[in-house]
């Protein structure tokens, strides 16, 4: 089945997401990147990333969350439930995924880019913040197929992960120095669920998006190993404002 570039169509109606095909002078459809963001936000930071980004030969698809945040408080989530601490008041990142695992692997990468579009599993990468890394890295774990490869800010090891075998999915994870979530535990139970773990410690605080060249370098890394191209992808030149 040749591969053909992926349209809102293909997908089901129920699913919000924005589609960004390869720059103008990549014209060959090889790599599909899909990008969650974090709790509380919506597709739109990750549509303009994904132009940013601007990787040849690549396809980016920015998804949004299929449920929106109770009371009024604007933007998504990627879990099953809505809780919150009861010390600091904050909603839970971890509340389950099975919802998001369903549209991932079965309603988004099975039914429509390998079932409909003719991709291979290996050509299909994610990009999640927070949250939607934790969903990515749900997703991930429950297949027997190895993707492209995962990147995740922030993103820990769900605790309803109980994958009896490490998926084969290559994992990048990124945090920051101090007040972080990606712990020496985060990075010790995300090597008990996969073969390939890598883990970059940015100097700054807290497990925010990349600000600039030298905090981008890891990912672009990562990209030029993990996606396919015959033009080769551009060694960190990216900048996230």
Known sequence: MPTRLPTLTDFPTSLHLTITPPPPSSPQLTNILILLHGLGDTSASFTNLGKQLSLPETTC?????????????????????????????????????????????????????????????????????GQGAMAAIAA???????????????????ASDTSAKAAKTPLLVLGGSSNTLITKTAITNLEASFQNVEYHRWSKAGDGMPQNREEMLPIMRFFARRLKSRKGVPGGSVEIG
């Open 61 to 129: 698809i920015s998804m949004q969350a299929p449920t929106p945040l109770p009371f009024e408080l604007g933007g998504f989530h990627w879990g099953d439930d809505i809780q919150f601490d009861q010390a600091t008041g904050n909603m839970d990142f971890d509340t389950g995924f099975s919802k998001a695992i369903k549209i991932l692997k079965q309603e988004v990468i099975e039914d429509c880019l390998v079932g409909k579009c003719g991709y291979k599993h290996r050509e299909i990468m994610f990009f999640g913040f």
């Open 140 to 158: 991930a774990a429950s297949m027997n197929e190895e993707l492209g490869g995962i990147i995740s800010i922030g993103g820990l090891l769900p």
